[in-house]
């Protein structure tokens, strides 16, 4: 998968094709019922994707224009929003999509090519602006999954399955207790090791699948652990 923000736009748009698609199948008792994230709808993720796609507008504008703009006014406003925008009407959600991605993709096309070099002010602390249209990619591809909506991990297409699965590889190995976690996938002769090689378990499987079980959004019940016993347990992801 390439790293140049532009070219990656076309994964962004077909993963929001796919993700409309499924919110037009959804009826009012479809958006009610809970999604894989404890205590939200359908209507919440959908409602997160569309504040999502804000906060990555804002961050594009902020990269582009020098201007100090975080990317949700506070905490408490984003969540805010999306509890005030889960109980929609299924075309007002879908209305909401499409137009907050048409947002992000005109924020996008805006923006020069030195200023993707900027820095800016995400949820979670500083981020280079050059991973902005990789972080949308990931926020649509992961709650596409969690819409429990007939969409599966097997669904990604392997670049992106790898890319996530580094990620948070990476992520686990430099938090505050990394697990000990060596990874196989199937079709590639590289590993992925987390924390320390010697006596972790070795748990294989396809790569969407085993970066589904990484970031907590499947049980791994499509791999395999050597030696025999549970799954080891990731730690909470981003």
Known sequence: ???????????VD????????????FDT????AASLLPGWTRGHVLAHVA?????FVNLLT???????????????????????????PPAAHLDDLRRTADLFSEAVAAMPADAWAATVQARKGPWPAALLVWGRLREIEVHHLDLAADYRAADWSETFAHRLLREAASHHATGPTPPSIVLRLDGSEHEVVIGERVDAPIVAGPAPDVAAWLIGRADGALLSVTPDGPLPTP???I
Request: glycine fraction near 8%; aromatic fraction near 4%; proline fraction near 5%.
């Open 1 to 11: 998968m390439t790293t140049d923000p532009l070219l990656l736009m076309g994964e």
């Open 14 to 25: 077909a993963a929001t094709s796919r993700l409309l698609r499924t919110a037009a199948s």
């Open 29 to 32: 008792a479809d958006l009610a």
């Open 51 to 55: 504040r999502n796609a804000d906060g």
């Open 62 to 88: 902020a990269a582009r224009t020098g201007a100090a703009l975080p990317m949700y006014a506070s905490l408490d406003a984003r969540t805010a929003d999306i509890e005030a925008g889960s109980g929609r």
């Open 235 to 237: 730690p909470e992801w």
